[in-house]
Structure formats: structure tokens, C-alpha cells
């Protein structure tokens, strides 16, 4: 079974520019989440997605973060536009459905604001 | 507001012996509690995971223990190995699902 899939898996770019990230989660997964983990912290939340809607957004900075999942596979999130302090790496997960605890990561998207 | 943490954030272990590492957390909401490990450059893998009506789960070397009056579970490796050596997070979650609230890791070292 593949795993979950990010790309790019690093991405350098300049304060005030737009980046998107894209994952493609394990096959049948119905929820998909992004995190964003700042050096030296755990993962943190941003969105979450089942199917094509969102359940949680609650920890999104609306202003200049956006997430979707159109079709309730693939998702896109898009960061426009960027600041120094949204360097992290940007984490795609997925789970079976909404009930279930384990989610399983993929490899992450490294960005550096400069 | 911290819920998840990891106070430790290394521990070195030799080859062979207990690595015992911890975390505490301040939500008595928490249903399911997980442990993460994670390589650099990859994302994290899911280890280990216990439901808050148990006190003890065992998987093959990893074994999580939870003390839900003192808020604190901690994950046990036993034998060590070389190939443990690792960042690993605990995770917290409740109400079935959802998002996960991370502590801030562990790096173990397991020297040779």
C-alpha cells in the first residue's frame, strides 16, 4: 500500500511570494489533515478535511492560508502571502475515516521564508 | 495553552537497555493517547497507541504505560537498538478522531 504523498519536498522562497503544497493521501482515506511543525515543536493542526469538507479550521490563519480537497482525494494548500514566520516544514496526514485515532504522515514539505 | 509535553528533549541510552521516555498532559478529555517516531527528513511513523480505559499496551519491544490520575504516560524500549535512535512524539486526541495535539518530541540515542 503507498504511503502518503507530498511534494515538493523542499521549497526556498522570498517574504510577500505565494508557495502551494500538494498531497495525495493513502488510497481510500476519507480524512485528511495538514500540520505544520514549526522547528523544535511538535505538529501542529491546520486544517482537516473529510471528504471534500472541512471539519476543522479553526487554527488556519485565514488571511493568507488556503486548503482544499475538491474531489475528496487529493489536496492543495496554498500560503499567499508568505511571511519569515511560516518557515517550517508542512506536514500531510490521513486516516480512514473521521473516527479513527491513527493518522499516517507522509514526508513533509520543508519551506524556508527569506 | 501547553497540553502535550515532553520535558525531556534528549535522552541517550546504551545498546541493550531500557529507554523510558515520557510525557505528561493537562486535558482530562483525552481519550487516545499515540507515540511517533521520527527520522530526519521523513515524516512521522506511527509507533504505538493506547485508549485512556487502559493502563498498559504492548507491542512487541514497545510497551506504553498510562496513569490517567497523574496525567502522565511514558513508552518503554526494550531491548535498546541503534536503529530506535529517533525524535519521538506523543499525541493526544478525543471524541473519537481528529486532530492530534503533538508534545514538542524527544530525541533518543541509542549508542552502540
Known amino acids: 500500500e503507498a504511503g502518503v504523498a507530498q511534494s515538493p519536498r523542499y521549497k526556498i522562497i522570498e517574504k510577500r511570494q505565494s508557495v502551494a503544497f500538494w498531497c495525495n493521501p493513502i488510497?481510500?482515506?476519507?480524512?485528511l489533515y495538514w500540520y505544520q511543525q514549526i522547528l523544535g515543536q511538535g505538529p501542529k493542526l491546520l486544517i482537516q478535511?473529510?471528504?471534500?469538507?472541512?471539519?476543522?479550521d479553526s487554527q488556519l490563519p485565514k488571511d493568507r492560508f488556503s486548503a482544499e480537497r475538491l474531489k475528496g482525494v487529493d489536496s492543495t494548500l496554498k500560503i499567499q502571502p508568505a511571511k519569515l514566520e511560516d518557515s517550517a516544514v508542512y506536514l500531510c496526514?490521513?486516516?480512514?475515516?473521521?473516527?479513527?485515532?491513527?493518522?499516517?504522515f507522509g514526508p513533509g514539505t520543508r519551506l524556508t521564508v527569506t | 495553552d501547553q497540553q502535550v509535553k515532553q520535558n525531556s528533549p534528549s535522552l541517550s541510552v546504551q545498546e541493550g537497555r531500557i529507554s523510558i521516555l515520557n510525557c505528561d498532559y493537562t486535558?482530562?478529555?483525552?481519550?487516545?493517547f499515540l507515540w511517533y517516531k521520527k527520522y530526519p527528513a521523513e515524516g512521522p511513523t506511527f509507533l504505538i497507541s493506547?485508549?485512556?480505559?487502559?493502563d498498559k499496551n504492548e507491542d512487541g519491544r514497545f510497551t506504553v504505560f498510562l496513569n490517567k490520575s497523574a496525567k502522565h504516560l511514558s513508552l518503554h524500549i526494550v531491548p535498546s537498538q541503534p536503529g530506535d535512535s529517533a525524535v519521538y512524539f506523543c499525541?493526544?486526541?478525543?471524541?473519537?478522531?481528529?486532530?492530534?495535539?503533538f508534545g514538542q518530541g524527544t530525541e533518543l540515542s541509542v549508542k552502540p
Open positions: 486535558n482530562s478529555m483525552f481519550d487516545y
Open positions: 496526514a490521513s486516516s480512514r475515516d473521521r473516527v479513527t485515532y491513527e493518522q499516517y
Open positions: 478535511f473529510q471528504n471534500n469538507g472541512v471539519v476543522d
Open positions: 499525541a493526544a486526541s478525543w471524541n473519537q478522531g481528529g486532530k492530534l495535539i
Open positions: 488510497s481510500g482515506h476519507a480524512t
Open positions: 493506547i485508549s485512556s480505559i487502559k
